[in-house]
């Protein structure tokens, strides 16, 4: 799927993930399952996509010019993403992110030359929220954009270039599509893009235990990147069919158990995803074909991953 192997830019990339069959992880007689490695973005992970699709917009609309500010509140991967195109383009970047964001992330941020500001891990009532701190900020900041990927109709629009790759590499044969919820923008830019091709095609959202989006009351939960306790403007949630819940072990397990049985180091939504698609495998009639959005690494968790089996 990647053919390309010279861009004049970094920008250039991006997107084209390939899959990769799960079977080694996922048996079900008549089921083939895949992961759509995101991780092999140049800047990591699945945002890269998104990140591009809103600066570009941002600068085409004259809201983002030459030495301006990005300001951004993410979970570490779309402000990793927007730290580098800042790098690239010669914005200054400002991310603010919440407590409980990995250290890899926070470090790789300022590695690409970011401000990162660390907010205490509060409800959104405090003004010390991550994304109260971020509205604040480009407010207050001559010459700054803040994308918004909560709110910016281009997060999905820019995901649906994930729905037409996957539509092609498996050959119109894609009957489910797994994705894990954060903002929703990959699972409702994939969904639409696909329900266009064959409105047949099933796409399961997936947020960890304590998170919303399907119901229930909000707890706390370990997994990053995915699931929050209100539903924000960027779920449109009519694009997918079901939502499924993961407790945070079963998603470290998941992950855990793709890195040692599979070689696929990826993060604890990748895992949350990768269970949701086993539990879906079980109760399907097959013959059927799964695609499951593997957003990031492992590698950007490693300082929390137990390194024995056991943990
Ligand atoms: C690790 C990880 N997984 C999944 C997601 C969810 O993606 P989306 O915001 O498109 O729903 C994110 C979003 O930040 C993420 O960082």
Redesign the pocket.
Known sequence: MRTLTRGDDLCDLVGNTPLVSLRKLIDVPGVEVYGKVEYLNPGG???DR?AVAMLDDAERRGLLRPGGTVVEP?????GTSLAMLCALRGYRCIITTPEKTSQEKVATMRAYGAEVLVSPNVGVDDERHYTRVAADLAARTPGAYMPD?YSNPV?ALA?EAIGEEIWTQTNAAVTHVV???????????TANALKRRDARIAVVGVEPEGSVYGGGEPRPFAI???GRHYVPK??DLCAIDTIETVADADAFATARRAAHEAGLLV????GAAIAAAERLAGRLAPPALIVV?L??SGR?YLSKRPSTSSG
């Not at 994705?179 to 830019?189: D, I, K, P, R």
């Not at 993060?267 to 990748?270: I, P």
Request: with cysteine.
């Open positions: 992970s699945v945002k998104i993410s979970s570490g991967n779309t990927q997060n995901c994705a894990g919820l954060g903002t929703g923008g990959t699972a409702c830019g990053e990147g995915i960027s779920l993060g604890g939504s990748s959005i957003p990031d950007s």
